[in-house]
């Protein structure tokens, strides 16, 4: 499999074509196209969140530390006192980094259910409920951060394919087809839990005719 500099290289490129090439069809401004990009580099490391010991696991469980404080801050800074404000927030740091990280380890295998397109169309949605419910986004720019993340953990889990072709030998790797498959076949009652997670997300999402407006503009920006 692609190792984590190659991972994290080309999700940071796609990120900057889709920012830079929005930016310049007048889609999204600057401002807009810079978390854009951003998401797509780390949705281009995410699959790898049930690797025991790499470098993109820490990266991961650091950043979403930070995003847990962030949302913390947004949703709490009016009902809190500072002093109460900190203690919440560096709870939410420390529950994440230190409690859910290894809580996740334990109980996820890596090229598991995390290396399917069923968890990448579950983070997309995910991202997508967060910017809109969460942070006040517009349903258009919830719709294309969700899409971002989605595109960046699309790039991941092709990359893994194709580094199980070995051209020089002529063969296929043990690993070939355990990144890009619809689900975890080695585990359907936690494909099945995923799913109903995915499904329950629905009436949190944007607005549907958003996301169809939103990808006719940028399949006419394309052709």
């Not at 994440?96 to 290894?102: A, D, F, K, Q, T």
Request: aromatic share 10%; proline share 5%.
């Amino acid at each position: 499999m692609a190792d984590f500099r190659t991972h994290l290289s080309a999700a940071v490129g796609g990120g900057a074509l889709l920012a830079f090439a929005g930016w310049q069809g007048g889609v999204w401004t600057p401002s807009e196209a810079l978390p854009l990009g951003a998401l797509t580099a780390f949705g281009g490391i995410l699959p790898d969140i049930d690797a025991d010991h790499s470098h993109a696991v820490r990266l991961i469980f650091n950043t979403m530390a930070v995003l847990a404080v962030m949302v913390g801050v947004l949703l709490l800074h009016a009902q809190l006192e500072p002093g109460a404000l900190l203690m919440v927030c560096g709870g939410l740091y420390v529950g994440v980094r230190l409690v859910l990280s290894p809580i996740f380890k334990r109980f996820s295998v890596h090229r598991g259910i995390w290396h399917s397109l069923l968890a990448a169309v579950l983070c997309g949605l995910a991202t997508s409920v967060a910017g809109y419910q969460w942070l006040g986004q517009p349903a258009w720019l919830a719709w294309a951060q969700g899409l971002a993340l989605l595109l960046g953990y699309c790039i991941h889990l092709l990359l893994d394919e194709l580094y199980s072709v070995d051209l020089t030998g002529a063969r296929l790797k043990r690993s070939f087809g355990t990144a890009i498959k619809p689900f975890d076949y080695n585990a359907p009652g936690n494909s099945l839990f995923m799913l109903l997670v995915a499904a329950s997300l629905l009436p949190w999402l944007p607005p549907f005719t958003t996301l169809q407006e939103l990808v006719l503009q940028g399949s006419t920006f394309w052709r």
